[in-house]
């Protein structure tokens, strides 16, 4: 495998556990860095994205929130000095279909360094005494959000006229608790009551922060796969040895170990036979034996870089023919790859059951490659396709 040493690294994304009490950092007047589900942090939070935009295309519910990221980059505009990607999940496990990304939906938004809601320089110091309710958030620049989901919200509670909520499903989620304070808002005074909890309610996910890192790939890591550029030296990959076949057995049976839920009924001849089978498929050996390195990747980030196939077997990506990738639907610009999701943040988020959760081997996103302003630097739907591990 050759490196370039002008070729910019691959970043990855890792969940951050974060205390109940600190989870306020991940609003969005602190631009965090990424974060996995609880609310979307909204980075233009007036001009939020219709309720329609975020139904899932199968059962026509509201998406759940999955994950965000920060995404700018010296090169973007000047109206995109800022630059949120954030991505959404059908609940619903049956509208998780092999290579269908139906159930999955991509955001971008773009906004000036000089604009209405955080100064020139960027969030205010989330530094304060965490007991006291945060001086630094201004309800007045907010749109009304959902109590449940944290999107744009249309409708209110009739009884109170203080709780919002997107959809009437959300509402007939939140009544449970909400009936208890309903139009007795001293009863919320109550410290135990006002815990924060994570998940805080049974729509979103579990809430973490997320950190960023570089790749590093030892030069050897492809040793051995049978595509490789480095055959040219000669490397017979057939003639496997003893030892590099039971490397390889360590290897996958690490990654069978990520997947425990998917694989717990393997027998020693089964997992001998997949490791067999999947030998055959270059594009899993190659995933394998990078998310080997970091197990706990959750995103693979790289504007206008390659995706890495999970697997050669799905037709999604087989030949990652760039007329596939519809092009932007504002501006007509084609798209190009910026970033995965690993199969980690499904444990991450604990639905990794198979057959009865939402499931992916990755989740690809091509964005405009134009970087495009968005109407009223709101929300531009971008790409999404799916890969699945299939027999
Ligand atoms: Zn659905
Ligand atoms: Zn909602
Ligand atoms: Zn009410
Ligand atoms: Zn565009």
Redesign the pocket.
């Known amino acids: 495998m050759q490196v370039d040493p002008h070729d910019t690294p691959v970043h990855l994304g890792f969940g951050l556990e974060l205390q109940p009490s600190d989870l306020y950092r991940l609003k969005s007047h602190y631009l965090p860095l990424g974060k996995i589900g609880g609310k979307p942090a909204w980075l233009n939070p007036q001009h939020l994205p219709k309720p329609d935009d975020l139904l899932c295309k199968t059962c026509q519910k509201p998406c759940a929130f999955l994950a965000q990221i920060t995404a700018n980059s010296p090169q973007d505009p000047e109206y995109s000095f800022h630059r949120f990607l954030y991505f959404f999940v059908c609940r619903n496990p049956t509208c998780s279909k092999i290579n269908d990304s139906s159930n999955l939906i991509a955001l971008r938004c773009g906004l000036p360094r000089k604009n209405a809601f955080f100064g020139h320089d960027g969030p205010i110091d989330p530094d304060f005494d965490g007991d006291v309710e945060d001086p630094h958030f201004d309800a007045k620049i907010y749109a009304k959000c959902c109590a449940i989901c944290g999107c744009s919200a249309s409708k209110k509670?009739a009884?109170?006229q203080?709780?919002w909520y997107c959809s009437k499903e959300h509402q007939a989620i939140d009544w449970k608790i909400?009936k208890t304070t309903?139009?007795a808002p001293e009863i919320a005074e109550n410290p135990a009551e006002n815990e924060p909890k994570n998940p805080a309610n049974p729509f979103v996910f579990k809430e973490f922060g997320m950190e960023i890192d570089q790749e590093y790939v030892p030069s050897n890591l492809f040793d051995g796969i049978s595509d490789d550029e480095e055959d040219e030296e000669g490397e017979d990959s057939d003639d496997e040895t003893e030892e590099d076949r039971q490397a390889r057995m360590k290897e996958f049976n690490k990654f069978v170990q990520q997947n425990k839920d998917k694989n717990v009924d393997l027998t020693k001849e089964d997992l001998d036979q997949a490791v067999a089978e999947q030998k055959k498929d270059q594009d899993f050996e190659k995933f394998n034996r990078l998310v080997s390195l970091n197990p706990d990747q959750i995103i693979r980030y790289k504007r206008n870089g390659e995706p890495l196939k999970a697997t050669s077997k799905s037709g999604n990506l087989a030949e990652n023919q760039p007329e596939e990738i519809a092009c932007c639907d504002l501006c007509g610009k084609p798209r190009r790859f910026e970033l995965q999701l690993m199969p980690h943040l499904l444990s991450l988020i604990d639905v990794d059951a198979i057959g009865q959760s939402i499931d992916w081997a990755s989740v690809y996103i091509y964005t405009c490659s134009a970087t495009c302003q968005i109407p009223n630097d709101g929300y531009a739907k971008e790409f999404v396709t799916k890969q699945d591990f299939i027999d």
């Open positions: 509670c009884k109170c203080a709780v909400h309903c139009c």
